[in-house]
């Protein structure tokens, strides 16, 4: 049900967003997490590590389509749970 949901109302993809040029990045100043999808066939694989790269991210690679969310919600919503929990650690200190 989900998956014919997430598919039906997934809209294109705006392809000029991927020449903006960001003024303030939040990955700058904060700790960053990123998921990249190994089978994805929206985004090159290698693209999303280099952006991870870039932001310092703690990544993981897990070998699902662009839908990673679809394909592995519980390895997604650890993480989530993961990345919410040493960001909050790191704001105590």
Known sequence: MVRKLALAVQGQSYGPMFDEKLTVAAW???PTWAV???SDRML????????????????ITLPTCHMVILEEPAKVAAV???????A??????
């Open 28 to 30: 700058n100043t904060k």
């Open 36 to 38: 990249v999808s190994a």
């Open 44 to 59: 090159p694989p290698a693209m999303e590590e280099s952006a991870a790269k870039k932001m310092g991210a703690v990544t």
């Open 80 to 86: 989530i749970d993961k990345a919410e929990r040493n």
């Open 88 to 93: 909050s650690a790191m704001t105590l200190h």
